[in-house]
C-alpha cells in the first residue's frame, strides 16, 4: 500500500523555521522525482520545490528560492522541505508528491503551515 505522510507544519511567526517531512513507503522511493506543493485557501495548487531521484538536481518557485531547500534521504525513503524566513504568503496546506514516468504519481494527505503573528 503506498503512503505518503507529511507532518512537521503548525504555527509559527514571521521569520521562523520549520522542517516539513514526508515519509513514504509502499514504492520504490529512490526511483521517483519527490517534490513539495502547497495550496493556499482560495489559491490553486503550486510546485514549491522539487528534487531528482538521486538528489543530485532540484527547482524551486521562485517565491521560495534563497529560503527553502529540498532534500532527501533514500535510506530513510523521506523527503524534506527546510522553510527559513517564512512570510504570511507561505501559509497553506503543503504537499509531498511522488512522481516517475510514465504515469506514476502519488500525493499525501498534506500538512498545514500556518504565519501568523
Known amino acids: 500500500q503506498v503512503q505518503l505522510v507529511e507532518s512537521g507544519g503548525g504555527l509559527v511567526q514571521p521569520g521562523g523555521s520549520l522542517r516539513l517531512s514526508c515519509a513514504a513507503s509502499g514504492f520504490a522511493f529512490s526511483m521517483y522525482i519527490m517534490s513539495w506543493w502547497r495550496q493556499a485557501p482560495g489559491r490553486e495548487r503550486e510546485l514549491v520545490a522539487s528534487?531528482?531521484?538521486?538528489?543530485?538536481?532540484?527547482n524551486y518557485a521562485d517565491s521560495v528560492k534563497g529560503r527553502f531547500t529540498i532534500s532527501r534521504d533514500n535510506g530513510k525513503n523521506t523527503v524534506y522541505l527546510q522553510m527559513n524566513s517564512l512570510k504570511f504568503e507561505d501559509t497553506a496546506v503543503y504537499y509531498c508528491k511522488a512522481r516517475r514516468l510514465p504515469s506514476y504519481e502519488y500525493w499525501g494527505q498534506g500538512t498545514q503551515v500556518t504565519v501568523s503573528s
Open positions: 528534487i531528482s531521484s538521486v538528489g543530485g538536481a532540484t
